[in-house]
C-alpha cells in the first residue's frame, strides 16, 4: 500500500517494496511525487534506494489531450529533455511490432507516424 503526502499543489507517494517481493532481491524504497507547476506543467519526480542490487525502472504512462478539444492527439508532438536519442519500436492496437526506429525527442517529434 502506498502512503502519502499533499501540499496541495503537489503529491508524494511512497511504497516499500520488501525483499523478494515478486521475486525481486533487497528492500526497495521507492517515491514518486506529481507537482503542478505555477507555470500548469507537470513535475513528476521519482527517487529509489535498496539495500541489494536490484532491478528498477520506475515509468509513467499517461496520456493527455492538450488541446482541450477531446479529440484525436495525432498532431501532438513530445518534448523530452534527454541528452540521448531513444530507440524505439512502434506496435499496434493489439501491440505486435509495425516498426522500429529512433526518435529524437530533444527538439519534438509527431505523436502521429
Known amino acids: 500500500m502506498f502512503r502519502w503526502f499533499s501540499d496541495g499543489a503537489a503529491i508524494k507517494l511512497n511504497y516499500l517494496s520488501k525483499d ?3 521475486g525481486y532481491p533487497g528492500n526497495f524504497q521507492i517515491s514518486v ?4 507547476t505555477d507555470e500548469n506543467e507537470l513535475v513528476i519526480t521519482y ?5 541489494k ?3 528498477a525502472n520506475p515509468t509513467h504512462h499517461s ?3 492538450l488541446s482541450g478539444n477531446f479529440e484525436t492527439i495525432l498532431d501532438h508532438e513530445l518534448m523530452l529533455k534527454a541528452d540521448k536519442l531513444f530507440h524505439l519500436l512502434f506496435l499496434n492496437k493489439i501491440r505486435l511490432p509495425l ?3 529512433r526518435g ?3 527538439f519534438g517529434f509527431c505523436v502521429y507516424f
Open 99 to 101: 516498426f522500429e526506429g
Open 20 to 22: 523478494g517481493e515478486q
Open 47 to 51: 527517487n529509489g534506494t535498496t539495500d
Open 53 to 55: 542490487n536490484t532491478i
Open 63 to 65: 496520456y493527455f489531450n
Open 104 to 106: 529524437d525527442f530533444r
Open 33 to 36: 511525487s506529481y507537482q503542478l
